[in-house]
Nanobody
Framework: VQLVESGGGLVQPGGSLRLSCAAS????????MSWYRQAPGKERELVAG????????NYKDSVKGRFTISRDNAKNTVYLQMNSLKPEDTAVYYC????????????WGQGAQVTVSS
């Protein structure tokens, strides 16, 4: 199992970023996928989850209306579109297999740093 995140970086407040997570080594279309984040000194928290076919999503309250999780099962990739970014969104963002909809996390990506600062 391998999950590889990309797309992180430095962005000004109000800006946008799109994270990607390329999956390999398992049947991607059968799994719930999630995005978590961990800010310095804080616990890792669930940001968004998506069901295996992509028909249902859920979000942490503070990102609702700003972030969108999606997936392309033909490309074995899950995305996190982040708009209207705030300094408090600064964190390392992790892709996970499982991690929402009652499924435990069974694999983590290496993480992508997102920094929101002027």
């Amino acid at each position: 199992v391998q999950l590889v995140e990309s797309g992180g970086g430095l962005v000004q407040p109000g800006g946008s970023l799109r994270l990607s997570c390329a999956a390999s080594g398992f049947t991607f279309s059968r799994y719930v996928m999630s995005w978590y984040r961990q800010a310095p000194g804080k616990e890792r928290e669930l940001v968004a989850g998506i069901t295996s076919a992509g028909g249902t999503t859920n979000y942490k309250d503070s990102v609702k209306g700003r972030f969108t999780i999606s997936r392309d099962n033909a490309k074995n990739t899950v995305y996190l579109q982040m708009n209207s970014l705030k300094p408090e969104d600064t964190a390392v963002y992790y892709c996970s297999r499982g991690g929402s909809y009652g499924y435990t996390v069974s694999s983590w990506g290496q993480g992508a740093q997102v920094t929101v600062s002027s």
